[in-house]
């Protein structure tokens, strides 16, 4: 069965702190797509990234890394010098082709909390 | 500005009336989706559209139909509504309804049944 498995419910750090939440999937296909969305307290979920499973490469975007390690089935995403308007729940997703309706499955979330 | 609006905000419900939560997008996406959120859940799909006139069912369909008669529009309706479809929902879409294509997301309605 397909599985997204997010084990951190809710991380808090100091402003400026490095801070990473972890992603694991589980997956029976070699092909499939991964996904990380940021729902702030506003409430809308925001894309982040996509990244294929023959793209290990990892991807910096500002202070927004991910890393993809297929030998551990993660997906982790690291925010560095984080900052208050980080503060949100994130969300990893990984969507398989067999399926044919794009259908996303969702880990449980991560709640981080940025203090200043 | 482009994107996906839903409607309404938030509801108030009770139990065993029938609602009908909107959905509409202007980005002439081919696919549209309907999740509910839940806490410790995530997001779980509820009907999907691969294009219009087709619809299918989700991981969590029971309780909920949806319709597709155009492009832009994807209701969402329960027919007859029960305190456990107390949640958030959410409506997304993407251009085409492969696994590659990028999902964009709605504001969200959260229903509330009593």
């Known amino acids: 069965a397909q599985k997204v498995t997010q084990a951190q419910t809710e991380i808090s750090v100091v402003e400026k702190e490095d801070v990473t939440l972890d992603c694991v999937y589980e997956?029976?296909?070699?092909?499939?797509?991964l996904f990380w969305y940021k729902q702030p307290p506003s409430g809308e979920l925001v894309f982040l990234i996509r990244?294929?499973?023959?793209?290990?490469q990892n991807e910096i975007s500002g202070r927004y890394s991910w890393n993809f390690q297929k030998s551990t089935s993660s997906f982790n995403f690291t925010i560095t010098a984080s900052q208050v308007v980080d503060s949100a729940v994130y969300f990893c997703?990984?969507?398989?082709?067999?399926?044919?309706?794009?259908?996303?499955?969702f880990g449980q979330g991560t709640t981080l909390q940025v203090k200043p | 500005i482009a994107g996906i609006t839903q409607a309404p905000t938030s509801q108030i419900l009770a139990a065993g009336r029938r609602m009908t939560l909107r959905c509409t997008q202007d980005?002439?996406?081919?696919?549209m989706y309907w999740y509910r959120q839940d806490l410790g859940l995530g997001l779980r799909l509820i009907h999907y559209?691969?294009?219009?006139?087709?619809?299918g069912k989700g991981e969590v369909p029971d309780g909920y139909s949806v319709s597709r008669a155009n492009t832009d529009d994807f209701p969402l309706t329960l027919a007859s509504a029960v305190p456990s479809q107390t949640s958030v929902y959410f409506c997304?879409?993407?251009?085409?309804?492969?696994?590659?294509?990028?999902?964009?997301f709605g504001p969200g309605t959260r229903l509330t049944v009593l």
């Open positions: 990244r294929n499973s023959f793209d290990e």
């Open positions: 997304a879409s993407s251009h085409g309804g492969g696994p590659t294509d990028t999902q964009y």
């Open positions: 980005m002439r996406h081919n696919a």
């Open positions: 559209s691969n294009t219009a006139g087709t619809t």
């Open positions: 997703a990984l969507s398989e082709p067999p399926s044919n309706t794009g259908k996303l499955i």
């Open positions: 997956t029976r296909d070699t092909t499939y797509y």
